[in-house]
């Protein structure tokens, strides 16, 4: 085994380094003795906790910024490419590589384990990483999120495994060829770059035609999409093993109960229950069962001892900005989720509704992306309805150029609830005190989506006065 994989690519410059992606391909190359610079439009923890591994990090992006000895230029989905780093490297003739491309990099020399769907990658991938640990496989790893135990989204671990997060967005996780890959879920989003429902389908199908012949496909056989990519695995004669509460998976969650401190299922694995007992999760939502899952089937794929994998689930930490529980004030309790697609928006709506017992469930929404709110608005709109106070925000642009008509206000007018039960706020500063008005003791404020939104949390507590 390579235990220098990535460094073939020389000294490496990350155009975009505080990303969650970036920062983990990073983390990992440092730890593997590879010289590490790059830069971020602001700066961040993130960006301060690898200068302290001994990264160069420079805040904001200018040509200069990539130095003489840089051999090869990481760039993320969000950077474009007239980027001045880009541009100067393009002009020297560096090496050029998308994110995935650097992560298949230093995959490079294990076996590679990818975990995709269009929900619930980043729970999924710390859940298994967090179970492996408990089994002593030390895997590497690299997630979309910092683990709330560790407070690292990335760790070049001694075994033989490599745990990552593969992301569909633009298709770049065609550049992995993973020894195993997990499928959650295949439905209709970042259709800026897909086009179309169909093509999303499609390139999960390209996706899991990469794996390895004598490895695996994990699928969730609850999900239509999910379904769909594994014929097509099947019919390219790869091993494919579901999970899910239909009867028909390898592995069901039976008896599966929800409560305000994580979700409890008994495991039956090809008809028979595990002997290991339930299978506790400390993490609220069946989603969030689901994603335990994905993980215990793949550990047991992957040669992990049962009881191993189910222990070291039951202590799993959770991850941050997946209903992360950011503090109390005035008797309310104020968490930040990262949700921005519908379907992951009532999904946690739901766990929240748990959480809050009979408290109410007010909800700060920040659509991401003017493409996704565009193509979403009704389905966001519905989502929200769950929650019984709505305060939402304007679209967060991140990589996109404004849409004209499309605002936040699309969101807030498809919700069901009573007008007074719901307010389109384009001035987020107002957001902290509009929430603390509304809210009572006993009740549960989320922010939620992928934009800054997360920055309220603070703020709201704040506002709601001393705990």
């Not at 090809?270 to 007992?277: F, V």
């Not at 719901?422 to 929430?435: M, Q, S, T």
Request: include cysteine.
């Amino acid at each position: 085994m390579n235990r220098q994989a990535g460094s073939e690519l020389g000294n490496v410059h990350f155009v975009g380094i505080g990303g969650a992606g970036m920062s983990g391909i990073a983390r990992i190359l440092l730890a593997r003795g590879v010289a590490v610079s790059g830069s971020d439009a602001r700066g961040s923890a993130t960006s301060e906790a690898l200068a302290r591994l001994g990264a160069t990090v420079h805040t904001g992006h200018a040509a200069s910024n990539v130095g003489p000895e840089v051999e090869t230029v990481v760039v993320s989905t969000a950077i474009r490419d007239a980027n001045p780093e880009v541009v100067e490297a393009h002009r020297r003739g560096l090496r050029v590589l998308r994110r995935a491309a650097a992560l298949a990099a230093v995959m490079g020399g294990k076996r590679g384990v990818a975990i995709a769907g269009t929900h619930g990658k980043t729970s999924t991938t710390s859940m298994l990483v967090t179970a492996a640990q408990a089994c002593d496989a030390d895997p590497a790893y690299a997630i979309g999120g910092d683990l709330a135990g560790s407070g690292a989204n990335a760790a070049d671990g001694a075994g033989d495994l490599f745990v990552a997060e593969a992301d569909e967005s633009d298709g770049s996780f065609l550049l992995l060829s993973p020894y195993a890959a997990v499928v959650t879920n295949v439905e209709a989003d970042h259709l800026d770059q897909h086009g179309t429902a169909e093509q999303v389908a499609l390139v999960f199908e390209q996706f899991v035609r990469r794996i390895d012949p004598a490895g695996f496909l994990v699928v969730c056989t609850d999900d239509p999409g999910a379904r769909r990519t594994a014929r097509a695995a099947r019919e390219a004669g790869l091993t494919v093993r579901t999970y899910g509460e239909s009867a028909r998976a390898d592995l069901r969650l039976t008896e599966l109960a929800e409560d305000a401190a994580g979700t409890t299922w008994t495991a039956v694995l090809d008809g028979t229950p595990l002997p290991t007992g339930p299978v506790r999760v400390p993490v609220p939502g069946r989603h969030m069962a689901l994603n335990s899952a994905a993980a215990l089937l793949t550990g047991l794929q992957l040669g992990l001892p049962a009881a191993g994998m189910v222990a070291g689930l039951g202590r799993y930490a959770g991850v941050r900005r997946r209903f992360e529980l950011r503090g109390s004030a005035g008797g309310v309790a104020v968490y930040d989720d990262y949700a921005h697609h519908p379907t992951e928006v009532a999904a946690q709506l739901r766990a929240a509704r748990t959480v809050a017992g009979t408290g109410r469930v007010l909800v700060a929404f920040q659509p991401h992306l003017f493409s996704r709110t565009e193509a979403f608005a009704a389905d966001f709109g519905a989502a929200l309805g769950l929650a019984d106070e709505v305060v939402v925000l304007d679209v967060y642009a991140a990589r996109e150029d404004p849409v004209p008509g499309v605002t936040g206000a699309l969101v807030a007018d498809a919700v069901p609830l009573a007008p007074g039960q719901v307010l389109f706020a384009p001035d987020r500063g107002k957001v902290a005190a509009e929430l603390a008005g509304r809210a009572a003791p006993g009740d549960l404020v989320i922010t939620m989506g992928a934009g800054d939104v997360t920055a309220l949390g603070p703020d709201i507590l704040a506002a709601l006065g001393p705990g």
